[in-house]
């Protein structure tokens, strides 16, 4: 473990990058993700299909892709992300970091989508009935009754999306941006003969990552449990 420790500043800023494009990238897709479950189960038949539509292609595409065209084809079509550069210590969050969060977002969005519709049908029908009796319009049943007890159905699924979301980060080191499977890269080759130290140490930091991020899940859902 001495090349991880002798580079540790390099590797705490790998993942510092990591766990912003998580959280950035899940932010998105659960506002997103609501979104589209929200217009999958609704009355409007054009935003139903097309909501379905936005699943079916961006669930079946690869995320590398989806990553490229925000990079590199999104500003030929006028999706520049220029306008943004912010620095936080020495992470630097430029254009190409925010194409690659934004591509993230908008891909998991698809099985965000997916496991909160599967929430929702665990909703009893009579209930958002009942709300539709009383007078509320279908914005204020999905707000005030069905959501909150999908995302409580939803907990598990959700859960496993957004584990997925922070495995996936590491396809941002393909198109520049210095997150963890880069910076692994990186010294993979200034360091050939400790490459299995190396492997090991980055495959440990993520599988300690993805315990916190389940045990929060964990706790959460025993939090929402209804008996």
């Known amino acids: 473990m001495d090349v991880i420790v002798d580079n540790v500043d390099r590797v705490a800023l790998a993942f510092g990058y990591t766990l912003l494009l998580f959280v950035i990238g899940g932010i998105i897709s659960l506002v997103l993700g609501t979104a589209l479950a929200a217009m999958r189960v609704g009355p409007i038949a054009v935003l139903s299909r097309g909501a379905a539509l936005y699943v079916t292609l961006v669930r079946n ?73 009383i007078g509320l319009p279908f914005a204020g049943v999905m707000r005030e009754v069905v959501l909150p007890q999908a995302f409580r159905a939803s907990v598990p699924p959700m859960a496993s999306v957004q584990i997925a979301l922070l495995k996936n980060t590491t396809v941002a080191g393909a198109v520049g941006v210095a997150e963890a499977f880069a910076r692994m890269k990186g010294l993979t080759n200034d360091y050939a003969t400790a490459r299995t130290e190396i492997f090991l140490a980055f495959a440990i930091f993520f599988v300690v990552l993805v315990e916190i991020l389940s045990f929060f899940a964990n706790r959460l859902e025993r939090r929402w449990r209804i008996a």
């Open 61 to 133: 595409t690869p995320l590398l892709i989806v990553i490229f065209f925000f990079r590199y084809a999104g500003p030929k079509v006028g999706l520049s992300w220029n306008f943004v550069d912010v620095q936080i210590g020495d992470i630097d969050l430029n254009n190409v970091f925010t194409a690659c969060a934004v591509g993230i977002g908008i891909y998991t969005a698809a099985f965000v989508c997916e496991a909160l519709r599967s929430g929702i049908n665990a909703v009893p029908l009579g209930q958002a009935e009942a709300a539709r009796a």
